[in-house]
């Protein structure tokens, strides 16, 4: 088993430039979660999905971030346009279930955002 | 809503010593709690989970009892080593927070040789 994958692992981009970060969950993993990671804020859920459908944007910050989920190993995280403060570790998470003895998150590696 | 406050670090300690890493949380209904630790360039990992209350979750020589009472989910070790030199998240989970795990900030620990 490969594991959550993320990638890019690093972006360094330009202020208003778009940005794409994409992950790949675990085989058989029915959840997905897109977390921010930052000094000042620490770990915040952005957006997760259950069979490829959002349930819960309430996390997404503004209307710059969008995230897709077009087939059960693939979801994608758009930056549109990019700006400095949107600098952080972003973290892609897949789960088998949301509740109960199996719960458990499994994190990719996360892409780190520079946005200059 | 739904919270965890840790206590904040960074804890600095001496290879061999006693580790305690407090956790309280605020929650309605019968949460899932959980300790993550995150290793320098990396995800999260889970290190142990307690799904009810006086529940005791273990790993690696790390323990933590699920204490509804106080609300409260410490983390201990008994004898840390320098790979255990990390940051760890203290989170919870339920099912009246629409399944959505949410993580404290976070305590850095340094363990010195």
């Known amino acids: 088993d490969a594991g959550v994958i993320q990638s890019p692992r690093h972006e360094v981009t330009e202020m208003g430039q778009e940005v794409t970060l994409r992950c790949k969950p675990i085989?058989?993993?029915?959840?997905l979660f897109w977390y921010r990671q930052t000094m000042m804020r620490g770990l915040e859920l952005l957006i997760y999905?259950?069979?490829?459908?959002?349930?819960?944007d309430s996390g997404m910050p503004e209307d710059r971030f969008s995230a897709k989920m077009p087939n059960a190993s693939f979801s994608t995280l758009k930056i549109q346009p990019s700006e400095p403060r949107d600098s952080a570790v972003y973290f892609c998470?897949?789960?088998?279930?949301?509740?109960?003895?199996?719960?458990?998150?499994?994190f990719g590696s996360g892409t780190q955002l520079s946005v200059l | 809503g739904n919270s965890v406050t840790q206590m904040e670090g960074p804890v600095t300690l001496s290879e061999e010593a006693f580790l305690t890493i407090n956790c309280t949380y605020t929650?309605?209904?019968?949460?899932?709690l959980f300790w993550y630790v995150q290793y320098p360039g990396e995800g999260l990992q889970l290190l142990l989970k307690?799904?009810?209350?006086?529940d005791k979750g273990s790993n690696k020589g790390f323990e933590a009892t699920y204490r509804k009472e106080t609300t409260s989910f410490h983390l201990e070790k008994g004898s840390v080593q320098v790979s255990d030199s990390a940051v760890y998240f203290c989170?919870?989970?339920?099912?009246?927070?629409?399944?959505?795990?949410?993580f404290g900030a976070g305590t850095r620990l340094f363990v010195k040789a």
């Open positions: 998470a897949s789960s088998l279930e949301p509740t109960g003895p199996r719960e458990k998150l499994f």
């Open positions: 085989s058989g993993h029915d959840y």
């Open positions: 999905f259950n069979n490829n459908v959002p349930i819960d």
């Open positions: 929650a309605t209904g019968y949460p899932s």
């Open positions: 307690a799904t009810k209350a006086d």
């Open positions: 989170a919870l989970s339920s099912n009246t927070g629409g399944f959505k795990t949410i």
